[in-house]
């Protein structure tokens, strides 16, 4: 968000704006955020959204099959 402010003898501001569309990430350390050098104002934007499939492997009995595939000597 951007505020314009006159800072007078009557402290004025106008109303807020928004600067920048999207979700982004907040708080934490480090800071989401950076002035660069040049005077750039840097974000870190969050993942995007992604379907997240959990796909698990069972194997039972799993010290049997691992003598089967490998003998002992």
């Given at each position: 968000m951007a505020v314009g402010v006159a800072p007078q003898a009557s402290f004025t501001f106008s109303p807020a704006t928004r600067l920048f569309e999207g979700r982004f990430?907040?708080?934490g350390q480090p800071p989401s955020y950076d002035v660069a050098s040049d005077g750039r104002f840097l974000m870190l934007k969050s993942p995007?959204?992604?379907a997240i499939t959990a796909h698990f492997?069972?194997?039972l009995n799993w010290l049997e099959e691992l003598r089967?595939?490998?003998p002992a000597n």
């Open positions: 990430r907040r708080g995007a959204a992604q492997v069972v194997v089967a595939r490998v």
